[in-house]
Each structure stands twice: as C-alpha cells, then as structure tokens.
Nanobody
Framework: VQLQASGGGLVQAGDSLRLSCAGS????????LGWFRQAPGKEHEFVAF????????YTSDSVKDRFTISRDNAKNTLYLQMNVLRPEDTAVYYC?????????????????WGQGTLVTVSS
C-alpha cells in the first residue's frame, strides 16, 4: 500500500490542524494504521494507532485528550485531528500501515510509510 500524508503547516499554539493520510494500491482496510512524529534531533515517537476496522484506537499520553485518530475505509484515508496544539508538538508527522493485528506502538512493526508532513507550532 502507498501512503501520502498531508495537512501539515505553520500554526499558533492553541490552534487545530487535521492531518490526512491517503492510501492506494492495496486494500486499505487490510491494515492497521498509526501516526508517528519526529522532532528535530529526536527519535520517532508513537502518537496514535487505529485498528483495521477503526473500532480500536489508542493515543499516547503526550497527546491524549487533544489528538484523535480516525479512518474512513471507504475513502482509503486516515486522519489525525489535532487540537490545542503546543510548541512541543512541532515535528514531522508520518503515517504508517501494519499487518499486525494488535496494538502496534513500535515503528519497526510498520511495513509501509508515508513521506511525512511538517507541523510547526509557534508560541
């Protein structure tokens, strides 16, 4: 499956953004999906996970209650709604697809990746 992330940009603290990740090539609903981010000088950080059906979701403690992951399998699209953005959310955000059936928080469990979209939050 090919993934293409979009929706990043420059916003102010407290603003909202919605990231999208469009899938193509293989049956999108065969994959569980996740969002990761990488800030300058830091390692990839898990952000959120959603099961293949969308019934199960998990978000990291650092974004819980602010970020929401969702998917629309009919549109082959993954979303990340980000509210109350903070400067520490500044990073390149990547979407990934995995054939793992359980919760996957490690980037090495994801077989396919989008190219990343930059989110910059100014204070």
């Amino acid at each position: 499956v090919q993934l293409q992330a979009s929706g990043g940009g420059l916003v102010q603290a407290g603003d909202s953004l919605r990231l999208s990740c469009a899938g193509s090539g293989h049956t999108f609903s065969n994959y569980a999906l996740g969002w990761f981010r990488q800030a300058p000088g830091k390692e990839h950080e898990f952000v959120a996970f959603i099961s293949w059906s969308g019934a199960d979701t998990y978000t990291s403690d650092s974004v819980k209650d602010r970020f929401t992951i969702s998917r629309d399998n009919a549109k082959n699209t993954l979303y990340l709604q980000m509210n109350v953005l903070r400067p520490e959310d500044t990073a390149v955000y990547y979407c990934g697809a995995t054939t793992q059936r359980g919760l996957s928080r490690r980037p090495d469990l994801y077989e396919y990746w989008g190219q990343g979209t930059l989110v910059t939050v100014s204070s």
